[in-house]
């Protein structure tokens, strides 16, 4: 497990990224106000004269605003840093990349860990609730700041995907082509249930002190591991986890005593938690996966998802894959006959794979096709 | 929650069950002795002269002995009180039905909470390691004790249905119908990660205290709460989770007090959680899910399960659900093709059923009609 001390220098040192900092007060959708808040980024590539280029990529629950690249925080590469680059699918000799950190999240962008202005102190649970519609909203202060007036691209994976439909439905004038992949337009019980097991993991660790364990300078290690093994587990396929661990045995170890050796699977796991509690904030992972729980685009016309799209001029194209089953295709079908059904401009592609909802990070090659051919479409109309 | 009073005068308290002792030492598979070890049980129906007429019923990882009539300890029906009784599948007018809690488990039977006869304190983890196969072992005992020569039938869903197989592999000779329901004959990688995460829940739990709680008169409530919690998603199906909750809400309530509310799946799980903890014990909880997870017929064959049914005589029926994604069915079809290469007396039903693993405790019409012809059919050969 991470020292706190360099947990805390590592996620409490915002000068690692371009911060756009708002200087007007900045309004959720439940109606209370930010002061201050700010949004932490990164680019890729050059925006042309035009500002004709630009690719807005949303990143996922515990993704961040290093898409591309090596991470400052984790020494790693980028989520997509395949997809992103020179030739690469996102090709920065062609397009302006953009991404940032999510309102919420723990990597820059204002969230429970941000010093509140008012108070002097750390947010905590006071941070206001967040919806998946007021982090679309920073990132279009965002693009507007960037002096642009219509993204050529928006696309994301899963929470991500989510940003993607907000954008298309709250902004359809300012996206060309929006990219939604693995995703839902709400939550099942299902979906709702596992995230809720992992907040009780974090709410349960005794490190977290109501929300308290940034002023007393320990960190809720055991919880949010627990959270994200079995999250973890619902991003991979069944498959997936038998073909990388089937019933395979290692040796004793130190987390075990109890048990004669354990499964590498089960280490596998705990390696998963044990590294994530280094770069993320269990507060962050609270409100996230409650906004993620929250988003229903269908809520304010009962349920009748065809409304939403009424009259929408975007280009879409909707990915999901076999195997993924936390965001299984027949969620995505939803989406696309609610599109089918408005006359809207609307591909769909289930892509095979047997490497479940984390297949949109992976190098699956289809994915990667498809992708690059309905950029090179979108760019000709 | 619970308080510990209640706590540990309910689930310390042997007396509310028969309880054969040993007079001899019990050898495990590991080759460990476990001394004076017991058995408690219960019995419905009368034992006929020729004792042809018993039917021994095989409890899952958190079920017990009671599983008809009232439960001594939960004051509720047992598990499988719709099944049992006079008129009902499993006739008392014909039957005598013989169901024990398992070695390790915590009703009576030696586990992790039974005083160590040696050292006169709580085994806590330093009660051996056990299999599936123990269990069986020491309910022979039972049986032998209770002078039946030959089982009439053997049956049980999930673990049951692990001890079941057990049974029927071990002592052929003793098992006249075995009905192994929604089980499998080793764990997939899947398996084991979802109660891996339960037991670093339970492990998580500052009042886990390295497995030495009884000592200190404390519960890792929160940590079993959360196992508890993991395990219950992974019974139900998704359909089964949209049908009962959807994304119905409710209103406050004292367990989260950041977010403005929740949906009724969060707070069904809450309860789940917390009322499991007031019967079970999380000691148990880590040995039985271990024990299910180790459990491999297959294993001492290299993986080819028919060599395992080799010359078996007993009559089998496998049962599997459609919506079972813990157990599905490819895992009885691996079961029902290993007996059939063996021309092994074997009939096998998938029934439907949209309420996922959990099928086997629920009032499923089409399983009732089918246990009761095979029991009949049983009968009459």
């Known amino acids: 497990m991470t020292t706190n001390k360099s947990y805390y220098k590592n996620i409490y040192n915002y000068e690692h990224t371009p911060n756009l900092v708002l200087n007007k007060n900045f309004k959720l959708q439940n109606g209370k106000m930010l002061q201050k808040a700010n949004i932490a980024y990164q680019t890729y590539g050059k925006l042309n004269k035009e500002k004709s280029n630009a690719i807005l990529i949303c990143h996922a629950l ?5 898409a591309s690249g090596i991470n400052p925080i984790t020494k790693k590469k980028g989520w997509w840093h395949d997809m992103i680059g020179k030739g690469k699918v996102f090709d920065t ?31 905590g649970i006071n941070f206001p609730e967040i919806s998946i ?32 439909l907000e954008w298309g439905i709250n902004y359809p004038e300012k996206v060309k082509l929006a990219i939604p992949i693995a995703t839902s337009f709400r939550h099942t ?20 002190i109501e929300g308290n364990y940034i002023d007393k300078k320990v960190v809720p290690e055991k919880g949010l ?12 396929s069944e498959k997936s986890l038998s073909t990388k661990f089937g019933r ?44 993620m729980d929250r988003f229903d685009l269908s809520e304010k016309y009962n349920g009748k998802l065809e409304s939403v799209f009424k009259n929408n001029t975007c280009k879409w194209l909707i990915i999901s894959f076999t195997s993924d089953w936390l ?17 809207c401009k609307v591909s769909f592609v289930e892509i095979e794979s047997d490497r479940g909802h984390d297949s949109f990070l992976l190098k699956v090659p289809r994915l990667y096709k498809i992708l690059r051919g309905f950029l090179i479409g979108g760019k000709l109309q």
């Open 327 to 343: 965001f299984p295709t027949s969620e995505s079908r939803h989406i696309v006959s609610a599109l089918n059904a408005n006359a």
């Open 248 to 291: 395979n045995k290692r040796g004793f170890n130190n987390i075990s005593k109890i048990f004669s050796g354990n499964f590498e699977v089960e280490s596998y796991l705990q390696y998963q938690g044990s590294s994530f509690v280094k770069r993320f904030d269990a507060n962050s992972y609270l409100y996230l996966t409650k906004s």
């Open 62 to 66: 515990t993704g961040d605003q290093y």
């Open 133 to 164: 519609k007021d982090m679309v909203k920073l990132q279009y202060e965002l693009i507007k700041f960037l002096g642009i007036k219509k993204l050529f691209c928006v696309v994301g994976g899963s929470m991500g995907g989510m940003q993607v």
């Open 225 to 236: 591991s627990a959270a994200r093994m079995v999250a973890h587990i619902t991003y991979m």
């Open 93 to 123: 000799n062609s397009y302006y990349i953009i991404c940032s950190n999510v309102l919420g999240g723990c990597m820059g962008t204002s969230g429970p860990k941000s010093i509140n202005p008012l108070s002097k102190t750390f947010y």
């Open 189 to 208: 019980a299902q979906n709702i249930a596992l995230h809720e097991v992992g907040r009780q993991a974090i709410k349960n660790d005794f490190n977290w």
